[in-house]
């Protein structure tokens, strides 16, 4: 959603659609709708009578679970249609498309955002201000879940349909400069006011999104209080300017090199003469899936991109679940070789040193590793399961999870519960950085990769048995 709430107007934006299904016009100034209507030239009266006020209804709630279960892309008319047992010419009586409806449901997370925005707290460097920071976020939290396609879809909306865009522009700048006001009046530092309130949203809206994919969630007041000593954390340390360190020793984080055989799942061994087209198709295959989701590309997409047959795709792969897979198996590579790389004490081979000065060792060679494969670690997060990958998620997670875990090993005084945080930790070191400065690009690759070292600098500092700050802040 970060993006939702700072698109770009477009030169050819069109004037945001109302929520009433009322047909799309030129900005003017706001009147109050005649009530829902059906669109020209469907019936000489346009108004609905009860049976078309609920049609419309269903349909609102029929495109909400499929965005939610497949995303944008990959919904269609058609599709809504046939979920509330009726056509996709029924649905065009009511909207002139998926974008109006998308629209609506912006509207609606604009509104509640609003109203989150109001509810900011005035927030203290002590337990009490944790108390209020958690119950704000878990409050946050819960609009994140109600509105969960809505968040998932918008990167894709970015591409699909730039206009929507301008659509929730005006709410984020209520939402950015309303939280400013509250934290400058706490006096927390903003090392930059374009990335605080961006960034704190984005924490949050990953944390909960990823909780949710989880097989057994934490209960949402548990990660809302870990998401907010992070915060909390975060805001009230004096800010320091963080130099991410080259790693020791680089590594190649490009995509596959070829010839890989049936290590990553190709249907037939690689020769000489086809090492750059399987590498075109990978690329193109990476960036398909990063812009369209998995639901949305399809294997003649992947071969446009890449500018290679049809035919080409298919001699190696079977279907795009077994491309997919290939690059999910060079994801788990990168990730299991990053993970030899978390420094720390409790690592003979890792030399010892503040957490702040660790974390920015390996920090480094992390985002270069989500600079590459991140589309594929988030599309597989978020949109993807199935028979080619039942074997590789659990490896994903042992690897992603091992990181996390090493993580925390660096923390002064590991928390008694430490799940909550492991979620958290997991969403800021994956889906935060890759969409913020990759998928969605608010924040410039340095910025991003800086605000998410300080988080990470401040949340392991900060984190500790029990709740509130951790001793040597506002309580010691």
Known sequence: MDRALSGDRGADDRAPSSTDGTARSAPSAPVAPPGPQRRPPYGRNPLLAAHGVRARAEMIEAARVLFARQGYQATTVESIGEATGRSGAAVYQYFSGKFEIFEIFLHEVGHDLREIAGAFPALADDRAGRTALRDWIARLMAVIEHHSGIFLGWSQIQ?????????????????????????????????????????????????????????????????????????????????????????????????????????????????????????????????????????????????????????????????????????????????????GRVPGPGRPDGPPGPVGEIVDRWLDGWMSLIDVHGSVLYVWQHEIGGPVLDDLTPQRDEALDGIVDDLLGLCPEPPADPEPLRVVLRAVITDVPFVVSAQLAILPRAEAADFVAQLLRAGLQAASGSAGPAPGRADR
């Open 159 to 339: 591409y699909a349909e730039p206009d929507l865009a301008r659509v929730g522009q005006e709410n984020f700048q209520l939402y950015q400069q309303t939280v400013m006001d509250r934290l400058v009046q706490a006096g927390a530092h903003a090392p930059n006011p374009g990335v605080v309130p961006v960034g704190m949203i984005s924490v949050i809206q990953w944390s909960t999104l990823l909780n949710a994919d989880r097989a057994r969630p934490v209960d949402r007041e548990k990660l809302a209080d870990a998401v907010a000593g992070m915060l909390q954390a975060f805001l009230f340390d004096p800010a320091t300017d963080v130099s991410l360190a080259e790693p020791d020793a680089p590594i190649d984080y490009h995509l596959p090199v070829i010839p890989l055989g049936d290590e990553l799942g190709l249907r037939r061994p690689v020769t000489p003469r086809g090492v750059g087209t399987v590498q075109r198709i990978l690329l193109a295959a990476a960036d398909r899936f990063r812009v369209n989701g998995f639901q949305g590309t399809s294997l003649n997409d992947v071969a446009a991109r890449a500018g290679v047959s049809h035919g080409s795709v298919y001699t190696y792969w079977a279907d795009r679940e077994a491309l997919f897979g290939t690059l999910a198996r060079d994801a788990i590579a990168a990730v299991r070789a990053q993970r």
